[in-house]
């Protein structure tokens, strides 16, 4: 019991730090609100299950230990990091006066991106191969405890990542003007560009 709550706050504190993941939600917050960046979020937590069931298999294995698969992953995830990035930076501010039209984002699309975020990060199934044996008793059934050490970090993330959205949606209403919304969208598209250099530049 211990070992699984020091689990819940390593996984706390891993999640809560600022990433690729919690810019997504923040960013999504603000532009869209609490409700639609609950999609990005759901998004994030599908890509993490993908992710932590895929590090316990062979193929999880392949990836970690072949240079040159994880530096094509770590390549398409930088990418795709600077890729949002500059469309961020490109995108018309989302805050509009009432009298314009402004072209709704559909969920899936949030989705899809939260689930891309998790997705094209070839340091997760690191952190998911380094991480969970150490909360793992080798005298009881693997299977049963990878999946709850799995549904419990999946959880965090849904808890924390929707407190962040939830506070951003708070201050949206203070940021409702189309100034403050290019400003939110340069920054938040200088940092996913700045994210994706770094990842270009990291090393296993």
Do not use: E
């Not at 996984?11 to 997504?24: E, S, Y």
């Not at 402004?102 to 380094?130: C, D, E, W």
């Not at 849904?158 to 962040?164: A, D, E, G, K, N």
Request: glycine letters at 8%.
């Amino acid at each position: 019991m211990d070992s699984y709550l020091i689990f819940i706050l390593v996984a706390c504190a891993a999640i809560a730090t600022p990433g690729p993941a919690v810019l997504l939600t923040l960013s999504n917050s603000l532009k869209h609100g609490g409700r639609k960046a609950l999609w990005g979020i759901l998004g994030v937590a599908s890509g993490i299950l993908l992710v932590s069931g895929l590090s316990a298999t062979s193929v999880g294995v392949i990836l970690a230990t072949s240079a040159l698969a994880f530096t094509i992953l770590k390549y398409v995830g930088a990418a795709y990091l600077i890729y949002m990035g500059i469309k961020m930076w490109r995108t018309p501010p989302r805050f509009q006066p009432s009298d314009l039209p402004v072209r709704q984002t559909r969920r899936h699309h949030l989705y899809l991106q939260g689930l891309s975020i998790s997705l094209m990060n070839p340091k997760a199934i690191f952190f998911f191969m380094t991480l969970f044996p150490q909360f793992i008793d080798v005298n009881a059934p693997y299977a049963g405890q990878f999946v709850l050490l799995t549904l419990t970090f999946c959880t965090c993330l849904l808890l924390i990542h929707s407190l962040y959205a939830v506070l951003a949606s708070r201050a949206r209403v203070k940021l409702s003007s189309p100034a403050t919304g290019k400003k939110v969208n340069r920054v938040s598209g200088s940092l996913f560009v700045l994210f994706g250099f770094g990842l270009a530049a990291s090393s296993r």
